[in-house]
Protein backbone atom coordinates (compact mmCIF):
# COMPACT_ATOMS: atom_id res chain seq x y z
CA UNK A 1 0.00 0.00 0.00
CA UNK A 2 1.50 3.54 -0.81
CA UNK A 3 2.22 5.69 1.99
CA UNK A 4 -0.33 8.73 2.33
CA UNK A 5 0.03 12.22 1.30
CA UNK A 6 -0.46 15.24 3.17
CA UNK A 7 -2.42 17.63 2.62
CA UNK A 8 -1.71 21.26 3.91
CA UNK A 9 -4.79 23.80 3.30
CA UNK A 10 -3.45 27.27 2.52
CA UNK A 11 -5.99 30.34 4.16
CA UNK A 12 -4.99 32.94 2.33
CA UNK A 13 -8.34 33.68 0.30
CA UNK A 14 -10.32 33.60 3.98
CA UNK A 15 -8.23 36.72 4.62
CA UNK A 16 -8.76 38.19 0.76
CA UNK A 17 -12.67 37.82 1.18
CA UNK A 18 -12.34 39.33 4.85
CA UNK A 19 -10.45 42.64 3.76
CA UNK A 20 -12.61 42.93 1.04
CA UNK A 21 -15.22 44.10 3.39
CA UNK A 22 -12.88 45.22 6.39
CA UNK A 23 -12.85 44.20 9.89
CA UNK A 24 -12.44 40.88 11.12
CA UNK A 25 -14.95 38.89 9.33
CA UNK A 26 -14.26 35.60 7.97
CA UNK A 27 -11.45 34.64 10.20
CA UNK A 28 -8.81 32.99 8.36
CA UNK A 29 -8.06 31.14 12.29
CA UNK A 30 -11.44 29.64 12.28
CA UNK A 31 -11.07 28.69 8.97
CA UNK A 32 -7.83 26.74 9.67
CA UNK A 33 -9.32 25.42 12.81
CA UNK A 34 -11.77 23.95 10.58
CA UNK A 35 -9.65 22.74 7.84
CA UNK A 36 -8.00 20.37 9.93
CA UNK A 37 -10.95 19.46 11.79
CA UNK A 38 -11.89 18.21 8.59
CA UNK A 39 -9.05 16.24 7.17
CA UNK A 40 -6.36 18.54 6.86
CA UNK A 41 -2.84 17.62 7.69
CA UNK A 42 -1.59 21.17 8.08
CA UNK A 43 -2.21 25.21 7.64
CA UNK A 44 -0.24 27.44 4.99
CA UNK A 45 -0.49 30.87 4.86
CA UNK A 46 1.63 33.48 2.63
CA UNK A 47 2.53 36.58 4.04
CA UNK A 48 2.87 39.04 1.53
CA UNK A 49 4.97 41.71 1.23
CA UNK A 50 2.35 44.11 0.20
CA UNK A 51 -0.42 42.26 3.00
CA UNK A 52 -2.84 41.81 0.53
CA UNK A 53 -4.57 38.77 2.19
CA UNK A 54 -2.86 37.50 5.25
CA UNK A 55 -1.63 40.05 8.07
CA UNK A 56 0.87 40.55 10.50
CA UNK A 57 -1.95 39.71 13.20
CA UNK A 58 -3.06 36.64 11.26
CA UNK A 59 0.12 35.19 11.68
CA UNK A 60 0.84 35.70 15.19
CA UNK A 61 -3.20 34.00 15.74
CA UNK A 62 -1.97 30.84 13.84
CA UNK A 63 1.29 30.64 14.93
CA UNK A 64 -0.14 30.67 18.52
CA UNK A 65 -3.13 28.62 18.24
CA UNK A 66 -1.19 25.99 15.87
CA UNK A 67 1.61 25.56 18.51
CA UNK A 68 -0.81 24.81 21.31
CA UNK A 69 -2.58 22.26 18.87
CA UNK A 70 0.75 20.76 17.97
CA UNK A 71 -0.43 21.27 14.44
CA UNK A 72 2.07 22.52 11.75
CA UNK A 73 2.49 26.16 10.25
CA UNK A 74 3.89 26.59 6.59
CA UNK A 75 4.40 29.89 5.94
CA UNK A 76 5.18 31.09 2.95
CA UNK A 77 7.49 33.98 2.60
CA UNK A 78 9.10 35.98 -0.47
CA UNK A 79 13.15 36.16 0.43
CA UNK A 80 13.58 39.68 1.92
CA UNK A 81 15.23 40.42 4.88
CA UNK A 82 11.71 42.02 6.50
CA UNK A 83 10.19 38.03 6.10
CA UNK A 84 13.13 36.58 7.70
CA UNK A 85 12.86 38.44 11.01
CA UNK A 86 8.81 37.39 11.20
CA UNK A 87 9.99 33.97 10.41
CA UNK A 88 12.62 34.03 12.95
CA UNK A 89 10.16 35.18 15.82
CA UNK A 90 7.62 32.83 15.31
CA UNK A 91 9.98 29.83 14.39
CA UNK A 92 6.88 27.91 12.87
CA UNK A 93 7.10 23.99 11.34
CA UNK A 94 7.93 25.06 8.29
CA UNK A 95 8.75 27.95 5.73
CA UNK A 96 8.48 27.90 2.15
CA UNK A 97 10.12 30.27 0.03
CA UNK A 98 8.37 31.55 -3.00
CA UNK A 99 9.31 34.20 -5.40
CA UNK A 100 6.80 37.17 -5.32
CA UNK A 101 5.97 40.39 -7.64
CA UNK A 102 3.86 43.10 -6.55
CA UNK A 103 1.91 43.17 -10.00
CA UNK A 104 1.54 39.40 -9.82
CA UNK A 105 -2.21 38.45 -8.90
CA UNK A 106 -1.00 34.79 -7.70
CA UNK A 107 2.37 33.35 -7.16
CA UNK A 108 3.54 33.32 -11.16
CA UNK A 109 6.48 30.71 -11.69
CA UNK A 110 9.24 28.97 -9.36
CA UNK A 111 11.94 30.90 -7.27
CA UNK A 112 15.20 31.14 -9.40
CA UNK A 113 17.48 29.27 -6.59
CA UNK A 114 20.11 29.15 -9.63
CA UNK A 115 20.81 32.94 -10.30
CA UNK A 116 20.00 33.64 -6.21
CA UNK A 117 21.98 30.81 -5.18
CA UNK A 118 24.57 33.24 -3.12
CA UNK A 119 21.36 35.12 -1.68
CA UNK A 120 19.15 32.34 -0.72
CA UNK A 121 21.63 29.89 0.46
CA UNK A 122 21.74 32.17 4.21
CA UNK A 123 18.09 32.56 4.15
CA UNK A 124 17.73 28.75 4.32
CA UNK A 125 20.46 28.33 7.07
CA UNK A 126 18.98 30.72 9.58
CA UNK A 127 15.79 29.48 9.32
CA UNK A 128 17.15 25.90 9.39
CA UNK A 129 19.53 26.82 12.84
CA UNK A 130 16.16 28.34 13.64
CA UNK A 131 14.13 25.13 13.72
CA UNK A 132 12.24 25.27 10.76
CA UNK A 133 12.04 23.00 8.10
CA UNK A 134 12.65 25.05 4.56
CA UNK A 135 10.96 24.25 1.30
CA UNK A 136 12.26 25.92 -1.65
CA UNK A 137 8.90 26.71 -4.12
CA UNK A 138 10.19 25.65 -7.26
CA UNK A 139 9.34 24.64 -11.10
CA UNK A 140 10.06 21.10 -12.20
CA UNK A 141 13.43 22.21 -13.67
CA UNK A 142 16.66 19.71 -13.32
CA UNK A 143 19.11 22.61 -12.72
CA UNK A 144 16.72 24.34 -9.88
CA UNK A 145 16.26 21.06 -8.20
CA UNK A 146 20.02 20.57 -8.12
CA UNK A 147 20.33 23.96 -6.55
CA UNK A 148 18.12 23.28 -4.33
CA UNK A 149 19.67 20.92 -2.72
CA UNK A 150 22.99 22.67 -2.26
CA UNK A 151 21.30 25.26 -1.15
CA UNK A 152 20.65 23.23 2.11
CA UNK A 153 16.49 23.11 1.61
CA UNK A 154 15.11 20.24 3.45
CA UNK A 155 12.43 20.22 1.05
CA UNK A 156 11.12 21.21 -2.62
CA UNK A 157 7.67 22.43 -3.13
CA UNK A 158 7.24 21.46 -7.16
CA UNK A 159 4.84 24.27 -8.96
CA UNK A 160 2.02 22.38 -10.74
CA UNK A 161 0.22 25.45 -12.24
CA UNK A 162 1.60 25.08 -15.59
CA UNK A 163 0.38 21.32 -15.57
CA UNK A 164 -3.08 22.76 -14.02
CA UNK A 165 -3.41 25.31 -16.63
CA UNK A 166 -2.62 22.82 -19.51
CA UNK A 167 -5.24 20.90 -18.16
CA UNK A 168 -8.29 23.00 -17.64
CA UNK A 169 -7.92 24.22 -20.89
CA UNK A 170 -7.77 21.59 -22.65
CA UNK A 171 -4.00 21.81 -24.02
CA UNK A 172 -3.72 17.51 -23.78
CA UNK A 173 -0.14 17.66 -25.42
CA UNK A 174 1.14 19.95 -23.23
CA UNK A 175 -0.37 19.05 -19.49
CA UNK A 176 0.99 15.24 -20.26
CA UNK A 177 4.57 16.99 -21.10
CA UNK A 178 3.99 19.21 -17.44
CA UNK A 179 2.73 15.96 -15.49
CA UNK A 180 6.32 14.23 -17.01
CA UNK A 181 8.40 17.23 -15.91
CA UNK A 182 6.82 16.65 -12.33
CA UNK A 183 7.33 12.80 -12.22
CA UNK A 184 10.91 13.28 -13.41
CA UNK A 185 11.52 16.25 -11.20
CA UNK A 186 10.07 14.53 -8.22
CA UNK A 187 12.79 11.48 -8.80
CA UNK A 188 15.39 13.87 -8.84
CA UNK A 189 14.79 16.16 -5.68
CA UNK A 190 13.96 12.37 -3.94
CA UNK A 191 17.04 11.21 -5.06
CA UNK A 192 18.83 13.97 -4.22
CA UNK A 193 17.52 13.16 -0.44
CA UNK A 194 15.11 16.16 -0.46
CA UNK A 195 11.13 15.51 0.78
CA UNK A 196 9.24 16.21 -2.54
CA UNK A 197 5.69 18.65 -2.18
CA UNK A 198 3.69 19.83 -4.93
CA UNK A 199 1.42 22.96 -5.18
CA UNK A 200 -0.25 25.61 -7.09
CA UNK A 201 -3.58 25.66 -8.84
CA UNK A 202 -4.04 22.00 -7.99
CA UNK A 203 -8.45 21.75 -8.15
CA UNK A 204 -10.59 18.58 -8.25
CA UNK A 205 -10.05 17.56 -11.92
CA UNK A 206 -6.04 17.59 -11.52
CA UNK A 207 -5.52 16.34 -8.17
CA UNK A 208 -5.25 12.47 -8.94
CA UNK A 209 -2.56 12.57 -11.30
CA UNK A 210 -0.43 14.55 -9.07
CA UNK A 211 -1.06 12.29 -5.63
CA UNK A 212 -0.54 9.44 -7.69
CA UNK A 213 3.44 10.63 -7.76
CA UNK A 214 5.03 7.71 -5.09
CA UNK A 215 7.64 10.85 -4.14
CA UNK A 216 5.46 13.42 -3.72
CA UNK A 217 4.40 13.67 0.51
CA UNK A 218 2.67 16.73 0.40
CA UNK A 219 0.34 18.70 -1.18
CA UNK A 220 -0.86 22.38 -0.73
CA UNK A 221 -4.11 23.34 -1.76
CA UNK A 222 -5.70 26.61 -1.29
CA UNK A 223 -7.46 28.89 -3.67
CA UNK A 224 -9.89 26.37 -5.00
CA UNK A 225 -11.02 25.01 -1.84
CA UNK A 226 -11.91 28.26 -0.80
CA UNK A 227 -13.88 28.92 -3.78
CA UNK A 228 -15.65 25.35 -3.62
CA UNK A 229 -16.58 25.84 0.05
CA UNK A 230 -18.70 28.71 -0.99
CA UNK A 231 -20.92 25.76 -2.39
CA UNK A 232 -20.13 23.19 -0.14
CA UNK A 233 -18.94 24.41 2.64
CA UNK A 234 -15.19 24.23 3.97
CA UNK A 235 -15.72 20.61 5.35
CA UNK A 236 -17.11 18.87 2.44
CA UNK A 237 -14.56 20.47 0.20
CA UNK A 238 -11.55 19.18 1.94
CA UNK A 239 -13.18 15.72 2.64
CA UNK A 240 -13.64 15.12 -0.98
CA UNK A 241 -10.16 16.46 -1.59
CA UNK A 242 -8.47 14.13 0.92
CA UNK A 243 -10.92 11.20 -0.35
CA UNK A 244 -9.00 11.70 -4.21
CA UNK A 245 -5.52 12.01 -2.98
CA UNK A 246 -6.10 8.91 -1.19
CA UNK A 247 -7.99 6.96 -4.02
CA UNK A 248 -4.77 7.97 -6.13
CA UNK A 249 -2.64 6.28 -3.85
CA UNK A 250 -4.62 3.15 -3.98
CA UNK A 251 -5.23 3.51 -0.08
CA UNK A 252 -8.42 1.51 1.96
CA UNK A 253 -11.11 2.95 3.04
CA UNK A 254 -10.70 5.85 0.23
CA UNK A 255 -14.61 6.68 -1.07
Same mark, same amino acid.
Given at each position: ?????????????????????????????????????????????????????????????????? !??? $????? %?????????? #?? +? /??????????????????????????????????????????????????????????????????????????????????? !??? $????? %?????????? #?? +? /????????????????????????????????????????????????????????????????
Amino acid at each position: MSERVRLGVNIDHVATVRNARGGLYPDPVRAAQDALIAGADGITAHLREDRRHISDRDIDQLSAVL !RDQ $ERPLN %LEMAVTQEML #AI +A /LHHRPHAVCLVPEKREERTTEGGLDVVGGHNWITPFVRQLTEAGSRVSLFIGADPKQIEASHRAGAAVVELHTGAYCDAVREG !RTE $EAEAE %LAALRAGAVQ #AH +A /LGLEVHAGHGIDYDTVTPVAAIPEIMELNIGHFLIGEAIFVGLGPAIARMRDLMDQARGLDGAA
